[in-house]
Nanobody, 118 residues
Framework: QVQLVESGGGLAQAGGSLRLSCAAS????????MGWYRQALGSQRALVAS???????NFGRTVKGRFTISRDNDKNTVDLQMNGLKPEDTGVYYC????????????WGQGTQVTVSS
């Protein structure tokens, strides 16, 4: 089992910045990919950004060039730096960790609210 605890988030104005952090504990050795998903009201959860243990990254189309993701394998943390925020970035952000082998279990944090005002 893996436990994920998120911090950060809150309220920002359009054009501003926020930083989310996620700390993982438990069976960390079973994890390869870590990342962040966003769920807007009435929408499905969607990928924001992810990173593998060796640093390969993947970003959702709407955040490319604005958000960066960083991971510290020694501290078992993954951070999401969000710059140039837009109102459409509003939603609940969930930290995600994925097992490195079948059945590729997803572990989720409790979620943290990000609200961007125009």
């Amino acid at each position: 089992q893996v436990q994920l605890v998120e911090s950060g988030g809150g309220l920002a104005q359009a054009g501003g910045s926020l930083r989310l952090s996620c700390a993982a504990s438990g069976d960390i050795s079973s994890i390869n990919v870590m990342g962040w998903y966003r769920q807007a009201l009435g929408s499905q959860r969607a990928l924001v950004a992810s990173t593998t243990r060796d640093g390969q990254t993947n970003f959702g189309r709407t955040v490319k060039g604005r958000f960066t993701i960083s991971r510290d394998n020694d501290k078992n943390t993954v951070d999401l730096q969000m710059n140039g925020l837009k109102p459409e970035d509003t939603g609940v952000y969930y930290c995600d960790a994925v097992g490195h082998s079948w059945p590729y279990t997803h572990y989720w944090g409790q979620g943290t609210q990000v609200t961007v005002s125009s």
